[in-house]
């Protein structure tokens, strides 16, 4: 157990839809990660937040955004949703915000877009 | 940019022998990791390497920084059946963490 939570496990949706994706992180980490993995291919790098901020963008369509709270849990917003935006997408987290201490992932989210 | 190649994309082995995986970046980094992705699975953190030239051991996993900190690899000695799945590499510049493709490895008995 990573000690990093993904909610929910599962999303079925249709095209054109928005949905929001949620990520705990580890107990006192700070740095926030989204990954978005396709069928078998890497982790696109998203976004990353530190402590509330945002700290890195990656490939992130502008469709999509996200947010760490001041509990510092985070959202994954994803609106106008097409098919090719099924994917596992993940969380990670980490204590540092500079790459230098490893990141923890959870157990993803799959979405599924009909 | 900075970007980070990881070799072969995909690995097929047969069971008690050994392979290695590369991962090469194009700038120097200030430390590399290891993560493992089972099939169905998420990535697991393995190790994190940050001193030139340094040599860690995991059971049959040996895995190495190269002396300009811009190549690592990844060895595996008698390779098992739990050894399936995707290693990534993940190397660090300038406060920023880029993964590689990843190494696919399927094991045959």
């Known amino acids: 157990d990573s000690g990093v939570t993904q909610t929910p496990k599962h999303l079925i949706t249709a095209t054109g839809q928005r949905v929001t994706l949620r990520c705990s992180p580890r107990s006192g980490d700070l740095s926030v990660y989204w990954y978005q993995q396709s069928l078998d291919q890497g982790l696109q790098f998203l976004i990353q937040y530190y402590n509330g901020e945002e700290r890195a963008k990656g490939n992130i369509l502008e469709r999509f955004s996200a947010q760490q709270f001041p509990d510092l849990h985070s959202e994954l917003n994803l609106s106008s949703l097409e098919l090719g935006d099924s994917a596992l997408y993940f969380c990670?987290?980490?204590?540092?915000?500079?790459?230098?201490?490893?990141?923890?992932f959870g157990n993803g989210t799959r979405l599924t877009v009909t | 940019g900075q970007q980070v190649m990881q070799i072969p994309q995909y690995q097929h082995v047969q069971e008690g022998e050994d392979f290695t995986t590369y991962c090469n970046s194009s700038?120097?980094?200030?430390?590399i990791q290891w993560y493992k992705q089972r099939p169905g699975g998420h990535p697991v953190f393995l190790i994190q390497l940050v001193k030139s030239g340094e040599v860690k051991k995991q059971k049959r996993l040996t895995f190495q920084f190269g002396e300009a900190k811009k190549n690592s690899s990844l060895h595996i000695t008698a390779t098992q059946t739990t050894d399936v799945g995707t290693y990534f590499c993940a190397g660090s510049s300038w406060g920023k963490l880029q993964f590689g493709a990843g190494t696919q490895v399927v094991v045959t008995p």
């Open positions: 990670a987290s980490s204590w540092t915000n500079t790459g230098d201490s490893p990141l923890h």
């Open positions: 700038t120097t980094l200030s430390n």
